[in-house]
């Protein structure tokens, strides 16, 4: 059903909790493939992706070169981009599904936010109801779902999103920087 596509550049270890997170929806059959567009990583990332059964994409220049790359390698119907880091869950899939039951009528991209796990309670309402209420969102905040025809809304994200919106947000897995 859905294509999910990363763009990666050193993300080993939140490339490693968004697939461990996507694994139960790959068992459920709503997720079909990954595509990992890679941004000449220094680190294991096209290793993890490799390991995980994922498709590389290597030595992209850019992150639109990446996405073009990406889509035309993608095997299913719909395109969901996300980030490394991203790890969604139960109501992001029941979310998915509902959208794409009812995208026929609707016409509309379906769009997420992104809102890491260590935001408190208060800055994640307020993130999520200027969303909701405005469509506004920090441009990193930001994850489509869109029909493969579409493919070209996933380039052009801007901060002010007009389209269908998920009231589900997907969860951003804090990483800890242990290099310091």
């Not at 996300?82 to 509309?108: E, F, M, N, W």
Request: charged share 25%; aromatic share 6%.
């Amino acid at each position: 059903m859905i294509t999910v596509i990363f763009i990666a550049r050193d993300e080993e270890e939140p490339l490693l909790r968004s697939l461990a997170a996507l694994a139960p929806l790959a068992a459920e059959g709503l997720i079909g493939d990954v595509i990992v567009a890679d941004l000449f990583s220094r680190d294991a990332t096209g290793a993890v992706a490799e390991a995980a059964g994922c498709t590389l994409v290597e030595n992209c220049a850019n992150e639109r070169a990446a996405l073009e790359r990406a889509v035309k390698l993608a095997r299913k119907e719909w395109l969901l981009a996300l980030k490394p880091g991203d790890t969604p869950g139960a109501p992001v899939a029941a979310s998915l599904r509902d959208h794409i039951a009812r995208y026929a009528q609707t016409r509309l991209p379906l769009a997420f936010l992104a809102l890491s796990t260590d935001a408190g309670w208060g800055k994640r309402a307020l993130l999520g109801k200027l969303f909701d209420v405005f469509g506004f969102a920090a441009r990193d905040s930001l994850r489509l779902l869109v029909p493969r025809g579409e493919a070209d809304l996933l380039s052009k994200v801007a901060g002010h999103w007009r389209g269908a919106r998920s009231r589900a947000p997907i969860e951003r897995a804090v990483t800890l920087d242990l290099r310091s």
